[in-house]
């Protein structure tokens, strides 16, 4: 370990750079840092090499939206269940589940069965990012991707770990989404996007439909500002669900379902 440098380390984030997977190169040099910095607080470094070492891959500004050819390709090659050598069927579907309700990874990822009612997702205030309690339609394709979900249903959990799920009955970690799409794009390359761009894409998708700005604001769960917020209590339950039907139609069309 005294004998390790930053060149023994700077040969692999190379080799990651050029496979295609630059978040993957971010990652190791997290994990490797991190474990030397537990080694010198426990007395087996004096120093840890790695300090200050640069990111080998600095992600772009947060304004990526997948095209219709970019979503097929993510739902058919990306995130196909059938593919479970590359992919667990709770990952694929937790991922497709993003684009289908425009909802945050960690919220998909964390999803109970028992916020689920008939064709609603009620996510409670306590698990909201934002601390607001949500109310998301589930569109028939989202109810689709709960059918094929229930095949598997082992806890309360509808997206369980894919690291025994039976026996712990844990939710799904949302770095696990991240760097199953960073696995993912050593088999069918496509420009970087990361789990939390899906829902930036399906709200794109949504206004080019029509969807009035305000109707997506509820539907991805925005805090409102100023005198609107404490006066403007209407749900927009059925504007919000007009809007994810909509959205869950011309999605099934484009990736040929």
């Known amino acids: 370990m005294t004998d390790f440098k930053r060149a023994h380390l700077r040969g692999i984030l190379e080799e990651k750079m050029q496979e295609g997977v630059p978040m993957s190169a971010n990652m190791i040099l997290c994990i490797v840092r991190k ?9 087996y470094l004096q120093a840890n090499p790695l300090t200050g070492m640069t990111r080998p891959h600095t992600p772009a500004a947060k304004d990526r939206v997948l095209s219709d050819h970019e979503i097929k390709t993510f739902w058919t090659v990306y995130a196909d269940p059938n593919a479970r050598e590359r992919l667990p069927l709770s990952t694929a579907m937790a991922l497709r589940m993003i684009l289908v309700t425009a909802q945050r990874p960690g919220e998909i990822s964390d999803m109970r069965w028992s916020e689920v009612d008939e064709d609603w997702w009620n996510l409670p205030a306590d698990r909201a990012k934002n601390g607001l309690a949500h109310r998301v339609p589930l569109s028939t394709a989202a109810l689709r991707i709960l059918k094929k979900m229930s095949e598997i249903r082992c806890s309360d959990y509808v997206f369980p770990s894919t690291r025994y799920p039976a026996i712990r009955g844990n939710s799904m970690n949302e770095s696990t989404l991240s760097a199953a799409v960073s696995r993912q794009m050593a088999f ?9 761009d899906l829902r930036r894409t399906a709200a794109s998708h949504m206004a080019s439909m029509g969807t009035q700005p305000l109707v997506i604001s509820r539907i991805l769960n925005h805090k409102e500002g100023g005198i609107t917020q404490i006066y403007n209590r209407y749900s927009y339950d059925k504007e919000k669900r007009e809007a994810m039907e909509m959205w869950g139609e011309q999605l099934e069309k484009m990736v040929g379902c």
């Open 35 to 43: 474990m030397l910095n537990w080694a010198v607080d426990n007395d």
């Open 188 to 196: 069918t390359p496509l420009p970087w996007f990361t789990p939390h």
